[in-house]
Nanobody, 127 residues
Framework: QVQLVESGGGLVQAGDSLRLSCAAS????????MGWFRQAPGKEREFQAA????????RYSDSVKGRFTISRDNAKNTVTLQMNSLKPEDTAVYYC????????????????????WGQGTQVTVSS
């Protein structure tokens, strides 16, 4: 199983940017679909972004499309979520996830597609 550790969260103002990183260990993630989810206070954890093995395919939630960018560096075993134009409604705990499966646009948004999860990193956006 892959171990995942997120970093880069923090407190920012609306309109600012943050870059979240996910460091994987235990196994190479080159044949894992990687995703980012978030959980806001009082809400369920929700899909935000996913990227295919080689990084050629991505998918985003409507909430973050055009503002967030997911990328990966298989040589470094890392995944990154660049978050721009942050809004107060982006406040949440952000989780990195890894799934040993192919990239299917219809399935990457579901939590049960992923086998491994990080502990999460808090992102707070003030207005």
């Amino acid at each position: 199983q892959v171990q995942l550790v997120e970093s880069g969260g923090g407190l920012v103002q609306a309109g600012d940017s943050l870059r979240l990183s996910c460091a994987a260990s235990g196994r190479a993630i080159s044949n894992y679909v990687m995703g980012w989810f978030r959980q806001a206070p009082g809400k369920e954890r929700e899909f935000q972004a996913a990227i295919s093995w080689g990084g050629y395919s991505t998918r985003y939630s409507d909430s973050v499309k055009g503002r967030f960018t997911i990328s990966r560096d298989n040589a470094k075993n890392t995944v990154t979520l660049q978050m721009n134009s942050l809004k107060p409604e982006d406040t949440a705990v952000y989780y990195c996830a890894a799934g040993r499966t192919g990239f299917e646009r219809g399935s990457v948004g579901f939590q049960n597609t992923y086998d491994s999860w990080g502990q999460g990193t808090q992102v707070t956006v003030s207005s």
